[in-house]
């Protein structure tokens, strides 16, 4: 299956949340995953996290990732590596995530343009997922500027849903920290998934995410949550209460 098919099977399980891996640890994700595997649409190790641990670090994340797919194979992975560069260098890093690494989906940033992205866009089994209106207190510092009375964040938008897609393997990512843009975002991707961070530790509603986020088939969201996850005192519980939180919400 490619991306998006392990997505829609874990949204037809009414499975939204996704677990971020920021510590750069095998041992440490290995708890994490045996305790919330169950529960989840994806997994989202961020590569800056095993980067900084040097040639173990990296081995850890091959490791992790090689973990999840062992312990459910429809589970898809996302790099949260925000790539993007000129076109000979998005090769490498193409090789690097979906060739050696083995994730279904990576992060990446749209400031080059369409043409530097190809090298990604055109690996149509693996999701592309461009930074639209990310969730940090400064991203209105450019993302929000007005280009001809529309802001920035919405003409990516635009350009993501109208033509970068033609392999229908692009999401987006739209911080829960923005909930009013979130619904306009959704409103020019269609059902396109949206990858959510900003829900638990930086203050994000989940209702008003819920409201704003949902596509037209009440999926399409991809929920993640980091540090309020894996640095809780019992992962899996809290898990399983973002999830409880997320069934009661849909009703």
């Not at 790539?83 to 990446?108: H, M, P, Q």
């Not at 009013?180 to 959510?196: A, H, S, T, Y």
């Not at 961070?197 to 009440?218: C, E, F, H, R, W």
Request: aromatic content about 8%.
């Amino acid at each position: 299956m490619n991306f998006l098919d392990k997505l829609k099977n874990k949204w037809d399980e009414n499975k939204f949340v996704c677990v971020g891996l920021d510590k750069g640890s095998f041992e440490f994700d290995k708890s994490i995953i045996d305790q919330t595997f169950d529960l989840v649409c994806a997994y989202k190790p961020n590569s800056a996290f095993y980067e900084a641990a040097g040639n173990e670090g990296l081995e850890s994340l091959k490791k992790t990732i090689a973990y999840i797919h062992q312990k459910d194979p429809n589970i898809p992975v996302i790099l949260d590596a925000k790539r993007g560069d000129i076109g000979n260098t998005n090769e490498g890093y193409v090789k690097s995530a979906f060739d050696d690494l083995g994730v279904d989906g990576v992060t990446v940033n749209p400031y080059l343009g369409k043409e530097s992205l190809e090298p990604f866009l055109k690996r149509a089994d693996r999701g592309i997922i461009i930074l639209v209106k990310t969730s940090n207190p400064g991203a209105g510092e450019f993302q929000d500027l007005k280009v001809e009375d529309q802001p920035l964040y919405e003409i990516i938008a635009e350009h993501v849903a109208r033509d970068w897609n033609s392999n229908g393997n692009c999401a987006v990512v739209v911080g829960a920290t923005y909930p009013e843009q979130l619904k306009k975002v959704r409103e020019i991707v269609g059902d396109m998934p949206i990858l959510i961070p900003g829900i638990g530790a930086q203050g994000g509603d989940l209702v008003a995410t819920l409201k704003a986020g949902l596509n037209s088939k009440k999926q399409g969201i991809i929920i993640s949550s980091s540090r309020g996850i894996i640095f809780s005192d019992n992962p899996k519980e809290a898990t399983l209460k973002l999830h409880h939180q997320i069934q009661e919400a849909l009703k």
